[in-house]
């Protein structure tokens, strides 16, 4: 593969547009670009959680996700190019079925927390949310492919997973939310 961002600098969005894969310009408010920031702030999150010590199975899964993300990103830069797959989602929805297998059933609501490495997943899950929710608004606007906005609602539900796995990894209890503790 050749070297595509060899000059970094180039100026021509100081206007305040930024250039799509099919090399039209759109503003850099456009909810297409938002949709692709709010995308790559996952993957930046994702990345970070990765930086913690976790179960091989998990950073596999966490590191799929993140070329896919890629290709999310790609695909929102690109009108009408689509990436994502039902294989895509159909991955996510096994992952969740094999790392939810070995937890304990939920029987209350938990907090974001426990271990760091699940923290973090919570605060994955929370920014895929605003990701999801910003590629319905660009899907509003623009022609999305509908497979953006389920990957990402299955990966929510994955990042939600994935923490409560981190946490019984290390024998973390999860944080249970207690109803008007704070009176």
Known sequence: ???????????????????????????????RIAAIGEVDELNSTIGLLLTESLPAPIVACLTTAQHDLFDLGGELSVPGYEAVTDAHVARLEEAVEAFNADLEPLKEFILPGGTRAAALAHVARTVCRRAEREALVAAGAHEVNPLAVVYLNRLSDLLFILARA????????????????SS
Do not use: C, F, Y
Request: zero cysteines; charged letters at 25%; proline letters at 4%.
């Open 1 to 31: 593969m050749g070297h595509r961002l060899s000059k970094i600098v180039t100026r021509t969005g100081d206007a305040g547009t930024t250039g799509l894969g099919d090399g039209s310009r759109v503003a850099k408010d456009s909810a």
């Open 166 to 181: 981190a946490n019984a990894a290390e024998g973390q209890a999860e944080p249970l939310w207690r109803p008007g503790s």
